[in-house]
């Protein structure tokens, strides 16, 4: 990536995409990658269980197909988005999977796919199109430091890369899964024309200008040709559903013909291999539906009658999976969750994906719940008091808490002996971080959300800050110090209060909102020096000078920094000093105090040199470099 000069024009294109004015304010050049690297797309993949849904399938491959191809030539070309609608667990998400994959397989988006799970209809889960954008913008290869700070500009700016990798050829497939409402899939569309999306969702969006695809449940013979297909993948010599051809017929029946039910099904004849689909059919006619809806019942019975097979053990920690309020869960903060030994809960953990009550997730020691499941086992642990909800979640809540902060020193350059927290090094802390990551998201609000917990809300945010730094979740980190700045303030916590807006004011500084950031700085600095804490002072002073020098405040920058080396000379913080000391090299070569400068980063360097910091001192030698060398042009 390279700025362009105000005024230049360059639009050579070389295996990049042209990011302009229009949606970021300045001229920049990013080089993206060729394609949306099938590990960050997020598609999940395919089931080989795939029945009854051909004609669905054809229909919808019809319209992703290049323009140009397909049946309807031209005029299909100028509708490229596809709203699949149906009930829940009726196979929506499974149909865009399937059409993804055979998309790509036949070479249509050569750009790749970006499959992002919105959680539409889970209150608790529910994503923002804004912080969906965000992962798709990251998957695409933009710089966390350029992704627009509002939602709006984040969906001019994938629109614009959208378009310009299909003036490449190299078409992106958009799928935005469980959607709400036209609202909040709107922001996710291209507006290219040639771009495909395909939404999914349980309403009919009909005012997307999308072509409508409903499913509805498979017929009879597609109900029990599924029962048979996923049966035969874990026996495939099995021939119990051809063999009795009524049983498996009331089977389906009694499943509502509803594929997330007959998977369901089926996954109980292919653990016992006594068990007939007669006998099944019948044991599934003896659960009650815990409600009234009729489309659910299938569902409910099936999820019921897993259910009813768990010991006491087993269903009380199906019942608490539904206090972790991100996607998934790691079988460690499930027994910090239980406040039981990690191997037990590990046991419980695979009898509950026996039962298929939970799946695994996308990395080993990882779990997640289909959202109807979730529903149904919330339902469940509203109803039993005695499983002490509210201890289970302050363990939770602990937990995430000192495992983001043992993982996050092994990010922090101060830490020199990070301690240990069950993390070996730095990539192991990063790895544990970023898959964690939305659920440290979700406990933060949720926190939040409780008066009893508030502290968490307060203290969490603080803890991810050099991981937010790391991966540039800047926008997030707004979010979550203004979050922590609520909460220090509900808990009369000034001192709070002052590192919350110092590190609101880093986060707005990185996204280009710099009077903002010069605000929260400065409100930190007058906090910290009310309550005497004069670190805090020095810090929110280095912070501030950064934010000046970006409006060319150069003096007042220059006092910041010189103040803030003052403080932290003054408490021996010889790492925090030297950091002043460089920053205020950096202001006073663009004030062309050269002389002045290398002083700066020439002590800045010893420093760091005595504390061991080669990261550090290899920044200071460098800027020394060039501030002689800009001395001596500007001498000759």
């Excluded at 290049?66 to 009726?90: K, S």
């Excluded at 039962?355 to 109807?372: K, N, Q, S, V, Y």
């Excluded at 440290?440 to 050099?466: K, S």
């Excluded at 700085?521 to 912070?543: F, P, W």
Aim: with cysteine.
């Amino acid at each position: 990536m390279r700025a362009v000069t105000a005024g230049d024009t360059d639009n050579q294109i070389t295996d990049s995409v042209v990011i302009g004015s229009a949606v970021l304010g300045r001229d920049i050049t990013m080089v993206l990658p060729a394609q949306v690297p099938l590990a960050m797309s997020g598609l999940p993949p395919a089931s080989p269980a795939f029945t009854g849904r051909q004609h669905d399938l054809d229909t919808l491959l019809a319209v992703l197909a290049p323009p140009g191809q397909g049946d309807e030539g031209r005029q299909r070309a100028a509708v490229v988005v596809t709203a699949v609608g149906g009930l829940a667990g009726v196979g929506k998400t499974e149909l865009a999977v399937q059409a993804a994959r055979t998309a790509l397989h036949r070479g249509w988006f050569p750009g790749g796919v970006l499959f992002a799970d919105l959680f539409g209809y889970d209150n608790d889960r529910r994503r923002d199109p804004g912080e969906v954008l965000e992962g798709m913008l990251t998957a695409l290869g933009v710089p966390g430091e350029h992704i627009p700070a509002h939602a709006q500009d984040r969906s001019r700016m994938f629109t614009s890369i959208l378009t310009e990798f299909a003036a490449r050829d190299r078409r992106v497939l958009v799928v935005a899964d469980n959607v709400n409402t036209s609202h909040q899939a709107r922001l996710l569309l291209p507006t290219d024309g040639v771009t495909a999306a395909v939404v999914t969702s349980r309403h009919t969006l009909g005012m997307l200008n999308a072509r409508l695809l409903d499913l509805n449940v498979l017929d009879l013979d597609g109900a029990v040709a599924m029962l048979d297909q996923t049966v035969r993948i874990a026996r495939p010599d099995d021939t119990r559903i051809p063999a009795d051809p009524p049983g498996a017929a009331r089977l389906a029946e009694i499943c509502g013909r509803l594929p997330l039910a007959l998977r369901i099904a089926a996954a109980h004849l292919a653990e016992d291999p006594d068990l007939t689909p007669t006998a099944l059919a019948r044991d599934l006619d003896q659960v009650q539906p815990l409600d009234a809806l009729t489309y659910r019942d299938g569902v409910r019975r099936a999820f019921e009658l897993s259910y009813r097979t768990l010991t006491p053990q087993q269903q009380q920690l199906f019942r608490l999976l539904t206090i972790n309020p991100g996607p998934d869960i790691s079988t460690t903060t499930a027994a910090a969750l239980a406040d039981q030994n990690q191997a037990a809960v590990q046991v419980v953990l695979k009898e509950l994906a026996r039962a298929h009550l939970i799946e695994r997730g996308t990395a080993p020691g990882r779990w997640r719940m289909h959202d109807l499941v979730r529903q149904y086992a919330t339902t469940l642990q509203q109803t039993h008091a005695n499983d002490d909800s509210d201890q289970a979640l302050a363990r939770l809540l602990a937990h995430y808490l000192a495992t983001t902060r043992a993982a996050n020193a092994h990010l922090d350059p101060q830490v020199s002996d990070p301690a240990a927290g069950g993390f070996t090094d730095r990539w192991e802390a990063l790895a544990w971080l970023d898959a964690e990551y939305p659920n440290l998201l979700a406990a933060t609000r949720l926190a939040a959300a409780h008066h009893t917990h508030l502290r968490i809300a307060r203290d969490l945010p603080p803890a991810m800050w050099d991981f937010l730094l790391w991966q540039g979740h800047f926008t997030d980190w707004i979010d979550l110090s203004r979050t922590a700045l609520l909460a220090a303030h509900d808990l009369d916590d000034r001192s709070g209060q002052g590192a919350a807006l110092n590190s609101l004011g880093v986060a707005l500084r990185r996204v280009r909102r710099f009077e903002e950031a010069i605000t929260a700085h400065t409100d930190a600095a007058a906090i910290h020096r009310e309550l005497g804490d004069r670190h805090g002072e020095g810090m929110a002073l280095n912070s501030l000078g950064l934010a000046l020098q970006q409006v060319q405040r150069f003096e007042e920058a220059i006092t910041a920094h010189t103040d803030a080396a003052t403080i932290h000379r003054e408490l021996g913080d010889r790492h925090s000093e030297g950091n002043a000391l460089n920053n205020l090299g950096l202001v006073l070569r663009k004030v062309r105090r050269f002389e002045e400068a290398i002083t700066a980063h020439t002590d800045a360097a010893t420093i760091h040199r005595e504390l061991g910091d080669q990261h550090g001192e290899g920044v200071a030698v460098i800027v020394i470099k060039l501030a002689w060398e800009v001395f001596r042009m500007h001498r000759s």
